[in-house]
């Protein structure tokens, strides 16, 4: 089986994958042009950020999944791999701790402007009395949107400061509130508005969606009370960044963010966020999987959805299963298969 890994991966695992009889190709620095090249003949493509857009699956000629090394695959055209009869597998939960350790510490961040102290010491400013007061962690209230298994991790280490929790998910309901020891706080629309203005801060861990694109819109932010934490490791296509901006200016609101709108697709380039001279803000390089333990578990996991594979002809967490059955139903076409 021939494997492209077209970001960083962990090296025991590709030694792993030879093992297993695959022959792999390690080329990290891959961008969405130069990879439709670089795709041809592949049978498994493997990808962390790197985006897979329509033209790299039209290209290949014998793939037969991408495996996104991580949760969300919205860097993936699913649609476009379906229609081509190609799998797309992710990794849920493998780096859940370690985006719930960044989103913690971002919320560390905002209550005691740690970025703004070390921009200012780097500077020769002493500015002590600036920075004298902060209101602390214990106590406050902290709504996590998103229930999934980074919003359970978040909760976790939440609790273990003396921090009050709502919780709000589409499928959230009072008993599953209860286990997590956290406050119901609904999931509809409506109720998410209400629970906002409970808070002292609001993380933010939902999948990028049509029908999540956005919902950090002015409602949103008019919703959350002044001086307020918002932390977002999620997706930057959630916020509107225009509202949020305003909402820093008018309402004091602090922010930390791991994700924007628009962020370059590569590993290293020069760009500048119109977030970027927020005051009271902190940010971090959309680094919230890249820890060595997360990325063990994700590598791990890749290796192991191969593995069954060879073994059993069977993809595990394929993402795109009901689009596969539709683009295959006896009503349409049949798809170009791969393999």
Not at 138 to 144: A, F, R
Not at 155 to 184: C, H, K, N, P
Not at 197 to 205: K, M, Q, R, Y
Request: with cysteine; glycine share 8%.
């Amino acid at each position: 089986m021939r494997i492209l890994l077209a970001d960083n991966f962990d090296s025991s695992s590709v030694e792993r994958l030879r093992e297993l009889g695959c022959d792999v190709r390690c080329e990290p620095r891959l961008g969405p042009h130069t990879l439709v090249e670089a795709v041809t003949g592949v049978d498994v493509l493997v990808v962390r950020s790197t985006k897979v857009p329509a033209a790299v699956i039209a290209t290949a000629d014998a793939l037969r999944c991408i495996v996104r090394a991580g949760a969300g695959y919205d860097n993936i055209d699913v649609t476009a791999a379906a229609a081509a009869g190609v799998r797309v597998c992710n990794c849920p939960g493998m780096n859940a701790i370690a985006v719930a350790e960044l989103a913690f510490g971002l919320l560390i961040c905002c209550d005691r402007r740690l970025a703004e102290q070390t921009a200012q010491f780097r500077q020769g400013r002493w500015r002590k009395k600036e920075y004298i007061r902060a209101r602390g962690l214990k106590g406050m209230t902290l709504g996590v949107v998103g229930v999934g298994s980074i919003g359970e991790a978040l909760i976790q280490r939440a609790r273990a400061f003396d921090i009050s929790i709502f919780v709000w998910s589409r499928s959230m309901t009072v008993d599953r509130a209860a286990e997590l020891g956290a406050t119901y706080g609904g999931r509809d629309r409506a109720s998410l508005l209400r629970m906002l203005g409970e808070c002292d801060a609001v993380s933010i861990h939902l999948a990028a969606t049509d029908e999540t694109q956005g919902m950090c819109d002015r409602e949103f932010f008019a919703a959350m009370n002044d001086g307020a934490f918002f932390i977002n490791t999620a997706r930057g296509a959630l916020v509107d960044e225009s509202a949020l901006r305003d909402a820093v200016q008018s309402k004091g609101l602090r922010c930390g963010l791991d994700v924007y709108q628009d962020q370059p697709p590569v590993p290293e380039a020069e760009w500048k966020s119109p977030l970027a001279d927020l005051p009271g803000a902190t940010f971090t390089h959309h680094i919230g999987a890249s820890t060595d333990q997360a990325q063990r578990a994700v590598s791990e996991e890749v290796v192991r959805i191969i593995r069954v594979f060879m073994e059993t002809g069977h993809f595990s967490n394929c993402v795109n299963e009901d689009e596969l059955a539709q683009a295959t139903s006896p009503d349409r076409p049949v798809p170009h298969q791969r393999g």
